[in-house]
């Protein structure tokens, strides 16, 4: 299996929704729920899914989903997004740093900005109340 790594997931990858059959075809095991540092902001893409981008200055913790995945699956997790999304770092709210998808500047240019919900589920939520 090679080396396990934490990876966060912010959006259409956790748990229950859409594309969460991926990380468990690659053996992807849940460790926990938690929020990112107050650090972030996100974006809708279309409404199809979120994209996190780091701010310093004007960025809000986001819920997140850590698991456990090998190396090699991460690979085939990240040819699977779409396009515009990245790995990189994220902090959590404990400080430490784990691997996760993030969004490049380019794909959220003139989307709608979600960070005041929380989340990529909690504005999904939120849609759903509105319709």
Not at 32 to 56: C, G, H, K
Not at 86 to 109: F, H, M, P, Q
Request: glycine share 10%.
């Amino acid at each position: 299996m090679g080396k396990m790594v934490r990876f966060a997931v912010n959006g259409t990858l956790m748990r229950g929704l859409e594309l969460n059959p991926n990380l468990l075809a690659v053996g992807a095991r849940f460790l926990f729920e938690t929020t990112s540092a107050p650090v972030y902001r996100l974006w809708s893409i279309n409404d199809a899914y979120p994209a996190m981008q780091r701010d310093v200055h004007a960025g809000a913790a986001i819920t997140i989903e850590v698991w456990e995945i090998s190396a090699t699956a991460l690979i085939d997790i990240l040819e699977n997004e779409p396009p515009g999304l990245c790995l990189g770092y994220v902090t959590l709210a404990d400080n430490s740093k784990v691997l996760g998808i993030l969004g490049e500047l380019w794909v959220c240019r003139g989307q709608t900005e979600i960070t005041g919900f929380g989340g990529w589920r909690e504005y999904l939520s939120q849609k759903q109340i509105q319709s």
